[in-house]
Every structure is written in structure tokens, then in C-alpha cells.
């Protein structure tokens, strides 16, 4: 699930930058303006977490701007962006989970 999330934030990031909400919906699948206007329904994540608890994910997503996987920009409108931690999502993996 988290390699959805981080891959989710990588594809849409390489032309336009979205916050949690948006990032929610393209997992889910929903079919919003935002998602119409700049066509996030071509990303290979639309959709892929659609039985995911939209709660669970939101809180996952958190979780991972905490521990450095995602950045959250501050202001009226932050945006999620991708970190070399998150990058290397594969790499910071242990047999038990993220390394935290």
C-alpha cells in the first residue's frame, strides 16, 4: 500500500503537484473535476486502492509525511511531494516493515 501511495505522489508530481485530497481520490478512483481537468485517471494508481478505508489511507499518508517518506509543503494550500527517503522506499524496507 505504501508503494501505491509514494509511486501515486512520484507519477503526478512530474507535471503538477496535489495535496492529500487529490492524492486520496486518484487511489480511490473517485471521479472529481480536479481529476477530469488534468486527466489523473491515466495515472497507473487511479483506482488501485479503491477497497482501502479512505480513513486508513488518509491516516497512512500522515504517517509517512511524518517519518520522512512524503513532504507536505506548509501553507493555505500544501502539496505532497516526493523525498529521496520515499524515493528509496524499497531500499529502507526490513523484514518487518519500514525502517522508522
Same mark, same amino acid.
Given at each position: 500500500?505504501?508503494?501505491?501511495?509514494?509511486?501515486?505522489?512520484?507519477?503526478? $508530481?512530474?507535471?503538477?503537484?496535489?495535496?492529500?485530497?487529490?492524492?486520496? !481520490?486518484?487511489?480511490k478512483g473517485? !471521479? $472529481?473535476?480536479?481529476?477530469?481537468?488534468?486527466?489523473?485517471?491515466?495515472?497507473?494508481?487511479? #483506482?488501485?486502492?479503491?477497497d482501502v478505508?479512505?480513513?486508513?489511507?488518509? $491516516?497512512?499518508?500522515?504517517?509517512?509525511?511524518?517519518?520522512?517518506?512524503?513532504?507536505?509543503?506548509?501553507?493555505?494550500?500544501?502539496?505532497?511531494?516526493?523525498? !529521496?527517503?520515499?524515493?528509496?522506499?524499497?531500499?529502507?524496507?526490513?523484514?518487518? #516493515?519500514?525502517?522508522?
Open positions: 500500500m505504501m508503494a501505491q501511495i509514494l509511486n501515486c505522489v512520484d507519477n503526478v $508530481s512530474q507535471f503538477k503537484f496535489f495535496g492529500i485530497t487529490v492524492m486520496l !481520490d486518484i487511489l473517485a !471521479d $472529481s473535476e480536479k481529476i477530469r481537468r488534468y486527466r489523473l485517471y491515466h495515472i497507473p494508481q487511479y #483506482g488501485k486502492l479503491k478505508d479512505r480513513r486508513k489511507l488518509y $491516516s497512512l499518508i500522515e504517517w509517512m509525511i511524518k517519518k520522512g517518506y512524503l513532504l507536505q509543503t506548509k501553507g493555505q494550500y500544501p502539496v505532497l511531494h516526493p523525498t !529521496d527517503k520515499g524515493k528509496k522506499f524499497e531500499e529502507c524496507m526490513t523484514e518487518g #516493515g519500514a525502517e522508522l
